[in-house]
């Protein structure tokens, strides 16, 4: 009687995985979309974000790419040591322009752009900012995107998590009150994503405007506020890009807006 060739358990089958790729978690196309995500090619965003931003801030390009290279390398699919054809030939860039009050900062691995967002201009070192008469609240940069470009458009996922980062802020908790502005943003932006059609959603300015009456509490828009809206709402977007004009961008503008008083 021959013998069968042994079966690997079920389990094993199961667990078999495939790395994760660039085209997994960034909105990139061709060779790169193929490309599972390295040990080295992490530590390479991560020291070009460094370089160029002082600190790797969460969900970011480099924070990201540094989870995924994680568990490729933790599931074995992986070695530590192991960097990318493009990561290795083509390298990482982090380039910054000047708009307004804020820094555009776009991240790139080769030649694609995998992430996008804007930067409060307060120097790294800066201590958190003093309530004065003149300092912007987050309440004020809330309600301020509500008179952008972005406030007309419909409230979705990311501005929801935007929202709710924001308000934990203001407020001092991590949690989203039951009730409060960050609740009512993300049922909206749950809503919206089952009505059709567009004119029947809603927006950011339904949701934001008045947000210092809604917030329970309020207070000065520092740096370290600004990098935790900004995180939250690149979480959430599929091509990792702060909205113009949304509740990031504000942030953002409020927070150098607000050193510059201080400075004055």
């Excluded at 992430?115 to 070192?125: A, H, I, R, T």
């Amino acid at each position: 009687m021959s013998q069968e060739q042994p079966q690997r358990p079920q389990a094993e089958q199961f667990f078999e995985q495939e790395p994760i790729k660039y085209g997994d978690v960034f909105n990139v196309s061709g060779e790169l979309a193929s490309q599972p995500i390295k040990p080295r090619d992490a530590a390479l965003m991560q020291a070009t974000e460094n370089q160029a931003l002082g600190q790797t801030q969460k969900g970011t390009p480099a924070s990201v790419m540094q989870s995924a290279a994680a568990v490729n390398t933790a599931a074995g699919l992986v070695n530590h040591g192991d960097i990318s054809d493009i990561a290795k030939n083509q390298g990482m860039s982090v380039s910054e322009t000047k708009v307004g009050a804020n820094r555009v900062i776009t991240e790139s691995v080769g030649s694609q752009v995998v992430g996008q967002f804007v930067e409060p201009d307060v120097p790294m070192n800066d201590p958190g900012l003093v309530l004065d008469k003149n300092a912007i609240t987050i309440g004020e940069a809330l309600e301020a995107s509500a008179l952008s470009q972005a406030g007309d458009k419909p409230l979705d996922q990311s501005d929801a998590a935007a929202i709710q980062a924001a308000e934990m802020r203001a407020t001092g908790k991590n949690h989203t009150e039951p009730g409060g502005l960050g609740a009512i943003a993300q049922s909206a932006a749950t809503r919206n994503t089952r009505t059709m059609p567009d004119l029947q959603k809603t927006t950011l300015a339904d949701v934001v405007s008045g947000a210092r009456e809604k917030l329970g509490s309020d207070k000065t828009v520092t740096r370290e506020d600004a990098e935790g809206v900004i995180g939250a709402e690149l979480r959430n977007k599929a091509d990792m890009r702060t909205k113009p004009g949304g509740v990031a961008a504000s942030m953002a503008a409020a927070a150098t807006l607000n050193q510059n008083t201080k400075s004055g």
